[in-house]
């Protein structure tokens, strides 16, 4: 199985798009994640005209452009429907959500019908368009912190349309032991996009926090990660989410200089038809 890798442009966003495509070919990825939202690479409302742009510079550096990062949350958002129509024009096929926050304890089932309701409205949307949009898994305060309750989320919506985005990092952050693999497998059917970052407990001020670590050097056990995907027959785009928190853009590029290759030989190791 053949996975196309992309590279996450959040940490990426002072380069223009020729460079970026230049850095992204160098770095041996497929194509871009593009971030679209609010202080994204492209603002939402100057998508119908950059995106496309955006999209034949990158094509000069033989990368693709399948998937864009946005913040909307429901169809009524402003610029969404805008930003769904160009990006399908574009030949995008995956557009990544915003997040619904868990606030309160006691708050779940009600946050799950909002987040429902909003969905409805991103099916119609996607449908319309013939693209996906996805909902990715986030730890800490984030309704999607758990797979379990994204795919409460999701149930009934066609995978075509309205998919699970599950990030490695996050679901071994909320579920280290097996959690994740449970998580995983009961959203298996609903898997339309992969990330990949790697996460590691740091004890600071008496509290534990998480951080993000190069590949290999955190919590995420990724020859199993890799495995369970084979597995569910997973045949979408990885994005590579090099957010390495205070580092320079050349750090980013260093750093995922080397993250890429290890993340494609565990790849290539958790294959057993090798």
């Not at 693709?64 to 402003?78: E, G, Q």
């Not at 409460?152 to 066609?158: C, P, T, W």
């Not at 951080?211 to 990660?225: Q, S, Y």
Request: hydrophobic share 45%; net charge neutral; charged share 25%.
């Amino acid at each position: 199985m053949s996975w196309q890798w992309l590279m996450f442009s959040k940490h990426l966003q002072d380069l223009d798009f020729e460079r970026l495509g230049w850095e992204v070919s160098k770095m041996g990825f497929d194509g871009v994640d593009l971030t679209v939202r609010r202080g994204g690479h492209i603002e939402p409302e100057n998508a119908k005209a950059q995106l496309p742009a955006a999209k034949e510079a990158l094509k000069k550096f033989n990368l693709s452009l399948p998937m864009i990062t946005t913040n909307f949350t429901d169809a009524s958002d402003k610029f969404a429907a805008e930003v769904f129509s160009v990006a399908a024009d574009c030949g995008v096929k995956f557009i990544k959500l915003g997040y619904w926050r868990y606030r309160e304890f006691g708050s779940l089932q009600q946050l799950v019908d909002f987040a429902r309701k909003s969905l409805d409205g991103i099916a119609r949307l996607a449908e319309r368009n013939n693209v996906c949009a996805v909902v990715h898994t986030h730890s800490g305060n984030f309704l999607t912190a758990s797979p379990f309750v994204l795919a409460k989320l999701l149930e009934d919506f066609d995978p075509k349309f309205v998919g699970a985005y599950v990030d490695a990092g996050h679901i071994f952050v909320e579920g280290g032991l097996m959690g994740w693999q449970q998580g995983l497998e009961v959203l298996s059917a609903k898997v339309r996009v992969v990330a990949c970052k790697d996460f590691a407990w740091f004890r600071e001020n008496n509290r534990w926090k998480v951080k993000v670590v190069p590949i290999g050097e955190g919590i995420v056990r990724w020859k199993e990660f890799f495995a369970c995907l084979r597995q569910i027959g997973f045949d979408g785009p990885i994005s590579v989410h090099s957010e390495y928190e205070g580092w320079t853009t050349e750090q980013v590029i260093s750093q995922t200089r080397k993250d890429l290759p290890l993340l494609k030989r565990f790849a290539s190791e958790s294959d057993n038809s090798n």
